[in-house]
């Protein structure tokens, strides 16, 4: 869909369709480490979602100076950070939900409902904290890495096309804005052992940005403004 009738095209279903479709390798590769079940049961919903969105919104944009083999490395390169990015927050959603059982065990009750009995059989099956940690901050680094790259193929596109090194729209405020939480985080680790909720929340943040860099922005102009 996206390559269709020879073009480059893009819109936010298909933006977060391959995000997610990126996520899923990164997840099929961590699992080949570590046994790490419980993300899969988010990430297979979170696919199916997608995939209902992507047709119930077909409607995408012709990208410009499509024929650009930088364009399209930026483009590719963008979209696996943001898979990256979206893979470490359902890790650190995974984690905290484990961080909670582990913390207040008598929430469930005398008689859990279903969903809550299967919820915690998963949390239960999952691998310890640290291990888990471990896993979320490999992806924390790789996504930082591919932010960098986003940030730095993205200023170079720029200059060669408008002649400005980064234009100060929304998307490249919001990717600057994930990348300074993840240094954040990744400096306060280094340097005071940031783990656990911190860890966590800087994440969550870090996502929050990467959503309204794009899928956010194109979701507003798309659905809501009706602007194509």
């Known amino acids: 869909m996206v390559l269709q009738s020879g073009n480059l095209r893009i819109s936010w279903t298909l933006a977060l369709s391959a995000a997610v479709w990126i996520g899923m390798i990164v ?37 410009a100076h499509a024929n650009d083999p930088g364009l399209r490395i930026h483009l590719l390169i963008a979209l696996s950070a943001y898979a ?42 999952q691998p310890p904290l640290l291990a888990q940690e471990q896993v979320l901050f490999r992806l924390i680094w790789v996504a930082f890495a591919a932010l960098t790259l986003t940030l730095v193929s993205g200023a170079l596109i720029s200059l060669s096309l408008s002649g400005k090194w980064l234009p100060l729209d929304h998307k490249s405020i919001f990717t600057l804005l994930s990348w300074l939480t993840f240094s954040i985080l990744i ?36 659905v809501i403004l009706q602007r194509h």
């Open 84 to 125: 990256l990015v979206t893979i470490a927050a359902l890790q650190a959603m995974l984690m905290s939900g484990l961080d909670r059982r582990l913390h207040f065990p008598r929430d469930e009750g005398a008689h859990p409902g279903p969903i809550r009995r299967a919820v915690g059989r998963l949390l239960d099956a």
């Open 187 to 222: 400096v306060g680790r280094h340097l005071r052992g940031w783990r656990g909720r911190t860890a966590l929340r800087y994440t969550l943040v870090g996502f929050a940005f990467v959503v309204l860099a794009y899928t956010g922005s194109r979701f507003v102009i798309e």
């Open 27 to 63: 997840f099929w590769l961590e699992s080949l480490f570590i046994r790490i079940d419980g993300l899969q049961l988010l990430l297979l919903p979170v696919g199916t979602i997608v995939c209902l969105l992507a047709i119930s919104f077909p409607q995408s944009q012709l990208i």
